[in-house]
């Protein structure tokens, strides 16, 4: 099975860095994806990370450590529509192409 | 198409009715997903289709859950005799599994349809 921990929630400032951790349990591992979901709206992909490393896109980045069975999300200059949950997903080994997803962190951004 | 959409977006019914929750996928897309989302809790995994056939289905909470999918695109879930724990939010993902390892494929999901059983 697949245990997904992440915090539930976070504050930040506008304009600041945040980090968003993620860390799992897995029997295998087949990638680890980051979604972004606003309240009352579906959630939209943000990051698959398979490798160990930094992967960078704009003010978004996420680091994978698979021996350590753990994943960031990091935030630049925060917005305040990037107020929302930010849900971790795990993808498990073989055959099994379905993610399993954290509860998510839900990150509130304020002036 | 666009986008994953859903129907209905929104539906209030009683305890003990049955539902019927639709899907259409993005165009050309062979995998189909149903999550059901509760306030607080994280997405939780359902039944997937890979074309017609359902795979996994491990996921569905009773046998009052059903699904099927048709034509390699539309879906429907179906719940019968609903009961008030299934009050939630129904989402239903979406991707393209290309070749023999679909392991970096990305899910579109769409705006879900919110189900309230009174």
């Known amino acids: 099975g697949q245990n997904i921990d992440q915090p539930t929630e976070m504050t930040a400032t506008e304009g600041a860095i945040v980090q968003i951790n993620c860390t799992y349990q897995t029997s295998g591992f087949n990638g680890l994806f980051w979604y972004q979901q606003h309240a009352g709206e579906a959630p939209t992909f943000l990051s698959y990370n398979v490798l160990d490393g930094l992967e960078e896109k704009g003010r978004f980045s996420s680091f994978l450590s698979r021996s350590k069975g753990y994943s960031y999300l990091l935030l630049k200059e925060l917005q305040m529509k990037d107020s929302a949950s930010y849900l971790c997903?795990?993808?498990?080994?073989?055959?099994?192409?379905?993610?399993?997803f954290g509860r998510g962190t839900s990150l509130i951004v304020h002036p | 198409g666009a986008g994953v959409s859903q129907s209905p977006s929104n539906k209030v019914t009683e305890k003990g009715k049955d539902v019927e929750l639709r899907c259409d996928p993005i165009s050309g897309h062979t995998a189909l997903y149903w999550y059901r989302q509760s306030l607080g809790q994280g997405l939780e995994f359902l039944i997937y289709f890979q074309g017609n056939s359902a795979p996994d289905k491990s996921g569905l909470p009773s046998d009052r859950f059903s699904a099927e999918r048709t034509g390699g695109s539309v879906s429907t879930l179906t719940i019968q005799r609903t009961q008030q724990e299934d009050s939630a939010v129904y989402l239903c993902a979406s991707s393209f599994m290309r070749g023999r390892n679909p392991a970096g494929e990305t899910q579109y999901f769409g705006p879900g349809t919110r189900l309230l059983v009174l």
């Open positions: 997903a795990v993808r498990g080994p073989g055959g099994s192409y379905i993610p399993t």
